[in-house]
Nanobody, 124 residues
């Protein structure tokens, strides 16, 4: 069973940085996709970044490109989302999942497992 646990959320001022972590278990870590998604109050969930282990490709939504960086540490079965130059509009609950969906950028066909989410709040 795939199990994902996010951490690293918190309160930060605009312009600041946070690093989110997604610890994964229950699947072959060398052959996976991990997507980061977010959902703000009253808004639909959106994909913000994706990592494909099979070809080490990374994908980003236009709204975060150049500010967010996705990376992995295989030894720790962990995928990170480094978020910099944060804006109040980045405020949301952030989830990692074993699937990717960024409209117009990348999409995986099969639904995956999801973590419980971690809150990110960016103050102005």
């Amino acid at each position: 069973e795939v199990h994902l646990v996010e951490s690293g959320g918190g309160l930060v001022q605009a312009g600041g940085s946070l690093r989110l972590s997604c610890v994964a278990s229950g699947f072959i870590f060398d052959d996976y996709v991990i997507g980061w998604f977010r959902q703000a109050p009253g808004k639909e969930r959106e994909g913000v970044s994706c990592f494909s282990a099979s070809d080490s490709r990374t994908y980003y939504a236009h709204s975060v490109k150049g500010r967010f960086t996705i990376s992995r540490d295989n030894a720790k079965n962990t995928v990170y989302l480094q978020m910099s130059s944060l804006k109040p509009e980045d405020t949301a609950v952030y989830y990692c999942a074993s699937e990717c969906s960024i409209p117009g950028v990348v999409s995986t066909p099969n639904p995956g497992s999801w973590g419980q989410g971690t809150q990110v709040t960016v103050s102005s």
